[in-house]
């Protein structure tokens, strides 16, 4: 069978299932990883036991899982476990993403558009498998059907889905138990991946652009990668505008990193010198005064020691 392309089991599917049932969500990955297909015996066998996958610990899940997603053809592996009702057992946000279209209210499939972005991350990476990226360009939209609404005009809405989607992220990663730095970054890039659809033909200002870096941080890279990905708009026309705009954004990223480091957009004072100035104890006051030279570092870009100095004591005198 291995040379059709076939993956089945020595003995009855039941019965090595039984034995071990992470061999089910092994099948899917082996899918992944070789491009083959299941016999249809196996993916009667798993559609039959896919809730014995819930007596397996969720740390064996999760190093399956990433074993799947990192492999070459992971959209097979990830079709294969909605198929068969194992994804509904180990990440049913995935496939709750397959929402019904009737046709007053169109839409693209979430679930067809989320596996595309996923593919299209992938061909945007450079030597090994991106999980962080992965992860976030197969779950960036998951807030979808939590929040979609049907417009009275015909459209549909989805307000706020990467803010949803961001916490049911952390909520799943954590059942998974995936390392709190990793579930915070692949949450971070899809609380991120709507940002720049506020930029409109550039309209943004220089602030703006700071503080879209600022806010990505060591995500930027990742960030261009999941939003470019996030195009699947079959009107080529739309898809290139879109392009030009997100390429336009990087150059003004990078035409402002020229201009002052960006890495280094920390306020002007540190919180020693916020203390000297302003005759403070250590606190929260401390806190707010860094906040606040922080902020405006990012709206006025680059100050002089004299200029921070002079802003603080001005903001100082209306604090009290």
Known sequence: ALLEGVLDTPAAPQDSFDDDPLRMLRAARFVAQLGFEVAPRVRAAIIEMADQIDRITAERVRAELDKLIGADHPIDGINLMCDTGLAQRVLPEVPAMKLEIDEHHQHKDVYQHSLTVLQQAIDQEEGDADLVLRWAALLHDIGKPDTK?????????FHHHEVVGAKMVRKRMRALKYPKAFTEEVARLVFLHLRFHGYGKGQWTDSAVRRYVTDADDLLERLHKLVRADCTTRNKRRAAALRSTYDELEERIAALREQEDLARVRPDLDGNA???????????????AWKYLKDLRLDRGPMTRDEAEAALREWWATQN
């Open 274 to 288: 916020i203390m000297e100035l302003l005759g403070l104890p250590p606190g929260p006051q401390v806190g707010k």
């Open 149 to 157: 609404r049907n417009e009275p005009a015909g459209g549909v809405s």
